[in-house]
């Protein structure tokens, strides 16, 4: 594992550089990693997935499933790392650690590194921001008059440009020439400015506008909670019309041993959490004290809280998310499901973060600690210095500012090998915590010549009950256990068996944190017992061996088990 150990994740790699490091990845560990695609995108790029897990254990299917993906939105693609970091983590620290061993001995990873390629591959190339997919050109995207974000100095970042006006909003800092800052609604003297993206103007430069450009939001495309583009920008014309999408929700569909999924976004720096659409209210059962008991894990290796993305992330209630990846998962299909948000640069700049931030004014003084830390850290790549610029539509104009790609939405590389692995540690911390079917117990009675009792007990060790979510049940999509036995080298006849094979669910350690007590929850059992009474034919067994026998124990979303017996 010694050139896995090597990989850096402290680097932004493009398209051709990512795909060379999992194949490498997949070539350096075969035994216990592969590389597949789950689809094409517009521009004829494979969304790469790896499947991590010890083969010589059994087939991936039958195991305990957890999906991890990246890079849903283009600009935020230091989720790439994260994920480069859980494969990295997992492959080398088998045979070197014994629980992390037995995890890959137990359990498959499913990992889509860069699931928008197309999106990612135009903001590293070209330095401009809200790109979507690739299902818009680029001179396609914008076909309205107005100002179009491009890069007009040939720096390779779409910046901003301030232009002198004396009806302007911003003006100079006082504390430091570079910010700008917005004007006082009483002042009158001085010299203002209107701030723009860097761009070129289609049409009239008079008052001219900043049209919406034609844009793809994937993670408004999903089926769940979908809504239209005309009342959710980005949804596109109809759910899963996006080859990225459409790929995600069949594989998650066409492997229903998928227990947990995890999707890595940037910049709010917290740990997401369904609703997107509704309040906590519409929990069932226990799923509520499920998540913030998960999610918990993730506050210990991140610091970031576990909140509601309709309660926490959403100020205008009236609008909105929907066709969310974790609506899918979560709502149509019980799977526990996050979205973690990487990255935070008040966070990292030591400054308060501003209420709902995404949409708050910028604030003088977060500002100013903004750029002190990032002076210190990143040097001239974070705050551009405003260079004049000949504009072709508009003359002299002057071209700086902040490199919000590389310092809002994504962290200095310096900080990528920390932030990664903490991300990594969660996601293993919630795939220790899937269900984990055991037979134990497994004993034969003779009763009469030929005729026997099989007795096993069937336990859940695992954290979560078998059935993932009281959401799961709801929906119906929390198939049952079921236990079967079977002649391996000889014929049985089974008279009669407990519940026909068909046990239900079990619990896991969920629900049971404190001592008990009356005035709390039942405590429902983590396993149960399951007896046969069967004919043997031990005339047909081969000769000389004791007939075998196989207990068989599965369920959807807890793979299956075996054990052997002999008469």
Not at 39 to 48: K, L, W, Y
Not at 375 to 390: C, F, I, Q, S
Not at 400 to 422: D, F, K
């Amino acid at each position: 594992m010694s050139r896995i150990q090597d990989i850096r994740i402290d680097y932004y790699y493009d398209y051709e550089e990512l795909m060379e490091v999992l194949k490498e990845m997949a070539a350096e560990a075969s035994g216990l990693c592969r590389l597949s695609s789950v689809g094409t995108t517009h521009e004829g790029r494979e969304i790469a997935l790896l499947e991590i897990t010890d083969y010589s254990t059994g087939t991936p299917e039958e195991k305990p499933g957890y999906y991890a993906e990246a890079c849903t939105h283009s600009e935020e693609f230091c989720g790439t790392n994260a994920a480069l970091s859980l494969a990295k983590n997992l492959l080398c620290s088998y045979g070197q650690d014994e629980d992390m061993t037995q995890l890959l001995k137990d359990t498959v990873f499913y990992i889509i590194p860069r699931l928008n390629p197309d999106g990612v591959e135009t903001i590293l190339k070209t330095g401009l921001q809200g790109v979507s997919n690739g299902k818009y050109p680029m001179e396609e995207r914008q076909p309205l008059p107005g100002l179009r974000p491009k890069d007009i100095n040939g720096d390779r970042v779409v910046a901003q440009m301030r232009i002198p006006d004396p009806d302007g909003e911003w003006k100079v800092s006082e504390k430091d020439p570079r910010l700008m800052v917005l004007r006082k609604p009483y002042e009158k003297q001085g010299t203002f400015y209107r701030i723009y993206p860097e761009g070129i103007i289609q049409g009239d430069t008079v008052g001219f506008e900043i049209p919406m450009p034609k844009d793809v939001n994937l993670n408004r495309n999903y089926p769940a909670n979908w809504l239209p583009e005309s009342l959710q920008y980005g949804a596109c014309e109809l759910p899963l019309s996006e080859p990225e999408t459409r790929a995600v929700a069949y594989f998650i569909h066409n492997h229903p041993n998928i227990a947990g999924v995890i999707s890595y976004h940037t910049n709010a720096g917290a740990i997401m959490r369904p609703f997107s659409g509704k309040s906590d209210d519409h929990f069932l059962g226990a799923d509520l004290s499920m998540y913030n008991a998960l999610g918990a894990m993730g506050k210990e290796d991140l610091g970031y809280e576990v909140m509601s993305t309709f309660g926490g992330f959403t100020p205008d209630k009236s609008r909105v998310r929907g066709g969310t990846l974790s609506d899918l998962t979560f709502e149509l299909w019980g799977i526990p499901s996050f979205m973690l948000e990487l990255w935070n640069v008040y966070d990292a700049a030591g400054t308060e973060r501003p209420k709902e931030f995404h949409f708050a004014a910028k604030d003088e003084e977060k500002e100013l600690a903004i750029l002190k830390w990032a002076d210190k850290v990143m040097g001239k790549k974070a705050y551009l210095d405003w260079e004049p610029v000949d504009h072709p539509q508009l003359g002299k104009v002057e071209v700086g500012g902040w490199n919000r790609i590389y310092v809002e939405r994504n962290p200095p590389e310096s900080y990528l090998e920390e932030l990664s692995g903490a991300a990594a540690s969660f996601t293993i911390k919630l795939a220790k915590a899937l269900p984990k079917l055991v037979i134990r117990e497994a004993s034969v009675t003779p009763l009469a010549e030929n005729i026997y009792k099989v007795s096993a007990v069937i336990r859940n060790s695992g954290y979560l009950p078998t059935y993932l979510s009281s959401q799961a049940v709801d929906v119906n999509a929390a198939a049952p256990v079921k236990v079967k036995l079977e002649g391996v080298n000889g014929d049985i006849h089974i008279e009669c068996c407990t519940d026909r094979g068909n046990i239900g669910h079990l619990e896991g350690r969920f629900g049971r944190d404190a001592e008990w007590s009356h005035d709390r929850a039942m405590w429902k059992p983590n396993e149960k017992k399951v007896e046969w009474i069967l004919r043997a034919d031990t005339n047909k067994s081969r000769e000389g061996e004791a007939l075998t026998l196989r207990i068989t124990a599965s369920t959807d979303r807890c793979g299956t088990v075996r054990r052997e017996i002999s008469l």
